[in-house]
């Protein structure tokens, strides 16, 4: 096995270069096609067994993009933990690259039974695993915790070696699964008696063994995660289980957030219009042409933008277009206009006379005013700022027909594709709702 360097945004991957051309499989938690006793991930024809080893080393080194390069079907077993993986990746060493890591937080609990497993995570901020493990039977049950970090995952977790207990050994071999199994990879618990070449590495070994495994299964996730993960009797199965379902809440947001926003508008055909010199007895000029003017010109320090011109930026268009002007940018702050009028189609039936601007509208447009402003970097020209969360959200009095909105935003973080802003809504200098938005931005 080879460890190569990867571009940003490769994340990890396997190459078998034992087979034509190369193939290659993402390790992605969609790629897993088998979780008996170890976790295998297949493309097509394609697979690769024991992923969770070289994996948990790498996710724990903080590793994002890098490739894996096998000639066979399975990284080496070498002492049954990831120590030795660990140790080549020390000795090549780590380089920043310049795209940031974008680390999901999970928002809610998520729980997953699986069999006699039971896995559940919840939101944390950092990296935190709580395991407990047993056999069927109940026992060498033992329990550990443990923030991760590349420090403590180096010294805590990667020299936890795999075990097996004796009455397994039979169903393996006849099902080809420990091949290059011995004691001085793996350690066999026999009845109460412990075998190995040499003395459990840790007291709790087995225990930690199990978390080192949920780190390299969770890592098919394809992000980092901030979360507690809370296990008990974990498995592989019960692993990749619980990094789908983690998937699926990381997901939700933008497949909500694509139901919901408006279909991009379409592009239009931009002629250049070229200036034709006057005659004139000296040589003619070069002919000018007159360009439409980008994004990140609009939006600078000191601008206000009329309609026209916030329709340059966003996609959205009337009715759903939140925003009529921009009066003010200031480094990370944005003010906008809403002018609200009898003429908007919500108050036909929000609500029959009593007519009351929606309030999820009035997110939108705080979520509209901060794309705007995530408009000034040039590398976001031209993407979608898709509404994903908003925490902390306050109406404090209803809006009507009549009223000026000022929309008053500020970005408190801007990561890569992910927008994070402090918005409020005022009316006559008085405050009708307030949130903090979040956003990503997305390619049209």
Request: glycine share 8%; charged share 25%.
């Amino acid at each position: 096995m080879n460890l190569l360097p990867a571009l940003p945004n490769t994340g990890l991957r396997f190459r078998r270069i034992d087979l034509d051309g190369a193939p290659e499989i993402e390790a992605r938690v969609e790629h897993v096609v088998d979780t008996q006793r170890s976790t295998t991930l297949g493309k097509g024809a394609v697979k690769v067994h024991t992923v969770e080893h070289v994996l948990a080393a790498l996710a724990g080194a903080g590793i994002d993009n890098a490739i894996i390069e096998l000639d066979a079907n399975e990284p080496p077993i070498a002492d049954g933990s990831s120590r030795e993986f660990v140790r080549l990746v020390k000795e090549a060493g780590r380089v920043a690259q310049a795209d940031p890591v974008e680390i999901y937080r999970v928002t809610a609990p998520i729980e997953v039974n699986v069999g006699g497993s039971q896995m559940a995570v919840f939101p944390h901020s950092g990296f935190k695993i709580t395991c407990t493990s047993s056999d069927k039977g109940g026992r060498f049950t033992q329990f550990f915790t443990l923030e991760i970090t590349p420090a403590s995952w180096e010294k805590e977790l990667s020299h936890a070696r795999t075990f097996c207990f004796y009455e397994e050994i039979e169903f393996l071999i006849k099902n080809g699964l420990i091949k290059g199994g011995s004691l001085e990879n793996a350690i066999v618990i026999r009845d109460d008696a412990v075998l190995t070449t040499e003395p459990l590495r840790y007291p709790e070994e087995f225990v930690r063994h199990k978390m080192l495994d949920i780190v390299g299964d969770l890592a098919l996730i394809g992000r980092p995660i901030h979360g507690h993960v809370i296990a008990t009797r974990p498995s592989h199965h019960a692993n990749t289980e619980l990094a789908k379902a983690i998937l699926a809440q990381m997901r939700r947001p933008l497949e909500a957030a694509q139901t919901f926003a408006p279909p991009p508008a379409p592009a239009l055909e931009v002629k250049p219009v070229v200036t034709k010199p006057a005659k004139s007895p000296v040589a003619a000029s070069t002919p000018t042409v007159n360009s439409p003017t980008s994004t990140e010109t609009l939006v600078r320090d000191g601008a206000t933008l009329d309609t026209m011109q916030v329709m340059q930026i966003l996609p959205h268009r009337p009715p759903f277009l939140m925003v009529d002007k921009v009066t003010k940018i200031d480094g990370s702050r944005i003010v906008a206009q809403k002018n609200v009028t009898m003429g908007e189609p919500f108050f036909e039936g929000h609500f029959p006379g009593h007519p009351i601007m929606p309030g999820v509208l009035q997110l939108e447009a705080m979520a509209q005013v901060a794309g705007i402003l995530m408009m000034r970097q040039a590398e976001n020209a031209g993407k979608l700022a898709y509404f994903m969360s908003a925490e902390d959200v306050k109406w404090r009095r209803p809006v009507r027909p009549g009223d000026i909105l000022m929309i008053e935003v500020e970005m408190t973080k801007a990561r890569g594709k992910i927008g994070k802003a402090k918005g409020k809504c005022t009316v006559d200098g008085e405050v009708v709702s307030e949130a903090n938005v979040t956003f990503m931005l997305m390619d049209r």
